[in-house]
């Protein structure tokens, strides 16, 4: 067990030096930061000192390794255009892309499970086909193109949720929520569900292909003929074999959910951490954007890791296989 934690912890270590490589040299070669940070009436001297100040004069190298040993300790720089440490702006936006990938995966449980259970106990109906149908509509669109659909009938044609905005917030302590007031709730309502829409119905349409082959045991045929009722039969018995994928799925999307916030955030200006990235890409504010690549996937690596390690926990014959691997 502990040749095969080092191995993933390893393995975990080398794509985030790798990702961390990635993100630094595509960034650092983007437009000149000097410029972006200085007006045209600066003079030499002063684009000199800011270069220096900001260690661009440094070999690639050197500022790679510093990049590296700083990232380590939560230190990404200092924000181009915001002139503040990164990392604390990053996680002052934290909350909100938290807070809506949170609602977001509750949402796509909520609804996803009972829709896949319908549309496989009631396959050949009319209104599952329909679902089938309208889940694959669902995958397809982008979700920049749910989002503006949902604003023009809900906060344009019926003003019944507004369009933009986080709403009012209250602070407790480093965290700042809008779970607690009117208005914070109702600005979650619309980008929550834009951005759970695909999670929907993948978990739908995983839940169906699940319920199908449950339906089709001899445990479930065995339950219907001791006369259980249906509702015990599909919920209680068929559908709890059908959600360790579904947890597993889940859990891996959030780190998805994470990534792509940005596309929701943009479009109903959600101040989270996706909206201060495409705000950085737009002011070419390099360490901002490094240190959100850096992040993001220190999620999916973090997840991937625990589902890894937890797997291996469940099923010996994961560590039997890495071990073999290693002596291969």
């Not at 961390?20 to 437009?31: E, M, P, Q, S, Y």
């Not at 796509?108 to 009631?122: K, R």
């Not at 209104?127 to 906060?155: C, D, E, H, K, T």
């Not at 916030?261 to 959600?270: D, G, K, R």
Request: aromatic fraction near 10%; hydrophobic fraction near 55%.
């Amino acid at each position: 067990m502990l040749s095969f934690l080092i191995r993933r912890l390893g393995n975990a270590l080398f794509v985030m030096l790798a990702v961390a490589g990635l993100a630094f040299l595509i960034f650092r070669f983007v437009g000149d930061p000097v410029d972006m940070m200085l007006n045209e009436q600066a003079t030499q001297a002063q684009r000199d000192a800011l270069r220096e100040r900001l260690g661009l004069n440094a070999s690639v190298g050197v500022q790679f390794a510093k990049f590296v040993t700083n990232a380590a300790t939560g230190d990404f720089g200092i924000s181009y255009r915001n002139q503040q440490d990164v990392f604390p702006l990053i996680m002052e936006r934290f909350p909100a892309t938290l807070e809506l990938v949170l609602v977001a995966t509750v949402l796509s449980l909520v609804i996803g499970l009972p829709l896949g259970v319908l549309t496989a106990i009631h396959r050949q109906k009319f209104y599952a086909q329909s679902l089938q149908f309208l889940s694959i509509v669902g995958v397809s669109l982008p979700s920049f193109a749910v989002g503006i659909f949902l604003i023009l009938i809900f906060s344009v044609g019926l003003k019944l949720l507004p369009s933009f905005g986080r709403g009012t917030v209250v602070d407790l302590g480093f965290w700042s929520t809008g779970f607690l007031t009117t208005s914070g709730q109702r600005a979650l309502i619309l980008p929550a569900f834009t951005l759970a829409m695909f999670q929907i119905t993948l978990v739908m349409r995983l839940v169906r292909a699940e319920m199908l082959e449950t339906l089709r045991t001899d445990f479930i045929k065995f339950a219907k003929a001791r006369g259980l009722p249906n509702r015990i039969v599909h919920f209680r018995h068929a559908l709890r074999n059908c959600l360790m994928p579904v947890v597993t799925v889940t859990g891996m999307q959030i780190g998805n959910l994470i990534a792509f916030a940005l596309i929701t955030e943009t479009v109903f200006q959600w101040p989270g951490m996706g909206l201060l990235f495409i705000q950085a890409v737009t002011f070419v504010d390099i360490p901002v954007m490094a240190a959100y690549l850096v992040l993001v996937s220190f999620i999916f690596v973090s997840l991937n890791t625990i589902v890894d390690l937890l797997y291996g926990v469940v099923d010996p014959r994961l560590r039997g296989a890495a071990a073999g691997g290693g002596h291969g």
